[in-house]
């Protein structure tokens, strides 16, 4: 399963900040950050489980940062 969500986060400070929160609170998803797209995004894919989305977005916005799920968008 892969969920995309578009972000306010801009800088490598910040996407390494996050990198490190949500791979601890989720160490079997596979979580990267697309900061050179439009959207800042977050994309993060697991295997074999569904993606707690909720407590994604409730992680990353209790660091004051916005966060929402892309309800359209296509793999490359």
Do not use: A
């Not at 160490?27 to 959207?39: G, M």
């Amino acid at each position: 399963m892969v969920e995309v969500f578009k972000t306010s986060v801009t800088l490598m400070e910040e996407e390494v900040f996050l990198l490190k929160e949500l791979r601890k609170k989720f160490p079997d998803y596979l979580i990267n950050f697309d900061l050179e797209d439009c959207d800042n995004i977050l994309r993060i894919e697991v295997v074999g489980t569904k993606i707690n989305f909720i407590s994604i977005i409730e992680l990353v916005e209790s660091y004051e940062f916005n966060i929402e799920v892309l309800k359209y968008w296509r793999m490359s």
